[in-house]
T-cell receptor
Framework: QQPVQSPQAVILREGEDAVINCSSSKALYSVHWYRQKHGEAPVFLMILLKGGEQKGHDKISASFNEKKQQSSLYLTASQLSYSGTYFC??????????FGKGTRLSVIA | DAGVIQSPRHEVTEMGQEVTLRCKPISGHNSLFWYRQTMMRGLELLIYFNNNVPIDDSGMPEDRFSAKMPNASFSTLKIQPSEPRDSAVYFCASATVSYNEQFFGPGTRLTVL
């Protein structure tokens, strides 16, 4: 039950905003977000737990709507360093993550 | 802390050969994961361990793949015999517990000719 991410790819100019969505067909306990730069390993960004919370990390924030079984990642005033592939990972209960296929974000000057 | 350590970083082998990938998790982490990443399938969980015990190996593609964790600081993923379709980047990750933040190693890029 791999979560579905959208869009698959997005190109932004520096300073623009983006939203990446992650949807699951299963009830979720938590959603994780990771970023992977080309040729590197995925790096953890944040966890959102059941409860509909929203979290922030510099200019990157995320929300989790457990009723809709979806999460969104918000990138504001994008920087060149934001480029990479963003993965959401979802868990139902105390189970390991299932990752989506990723959203490729390219920020250009 | 040195983070998750994987070796080798690159491996090129011929079809039919045995391949062994190695991983040292972060000290104190009780969960260890092996992933395979390809363009077509993305990041797939192969197997994960809690406290050195394999919990779920349903992601292991077939009997050619095996994984062990003899102690808390070492794990191996073995492919025997290897096939060209096994070519991928293999990541090892560790976490304090299975549902917490995962720390990924740098990966092993495997090419099977």
């Amino acid at each position: 039950q791999q979560p579905v991410q959208s869009p698959q790819a997005v190109i932004l100019r520096e300073g623009e905003d983006a939203v990446i969505n992650c949807s699951s067909s299963k009830a979720l306990y938590s959603v994780h977000w990771y970023r992977q730069k080309h040729g590197e390993a995925p790096v953890f960004l944040m966890i959102l737990l059941k409860g509909g919370e929203q979290k922030g990390h510099d200019k990157i924030s995320a929300s989790f709507n457990e009723k809709k079984q979806q999460s969104s990642l918000y990138l504001t005033a994008s920087q060149l360093s934001y480029s990479g592939t963003y993965f959401c990972g979802t868990a139902s209960g105390n189970t390991p993550l299932v990752f989506g296929k990723g959203t490729r974000l390219s920020v250009i000057a | 802390d040195a983070g998750v350590i994987q070796s080798p970083r690159h491996e090129v082998t011929e079809m039919g050969q045995e391949v062994t990938l190695r991983c040292k998790p972060i000290s104190g982490h009780n969960s260890l994961f092996w992933y395979r990443q390809t363009m077509m399938r993305g990041l797939e969980l192969l197997i994960y361990f809690n406290n050195n015990v394999p919990i779920d190996d349903s992601g292991m593609p077939e009997d050619r793949f095996s994984a062990k964790m003899p102690n808390a600081s070492f794990s191996t993923l073995k492919i025997q015999p290897s096939e060209p379709r096994d070519s991928a980047v293999y990541f090892c990750a560790s976490a304090t517990v299975s549902y917490n933040e995962q720390f990924f190693g740098p990966g092993t890029r495997l090419t099977v000719l």
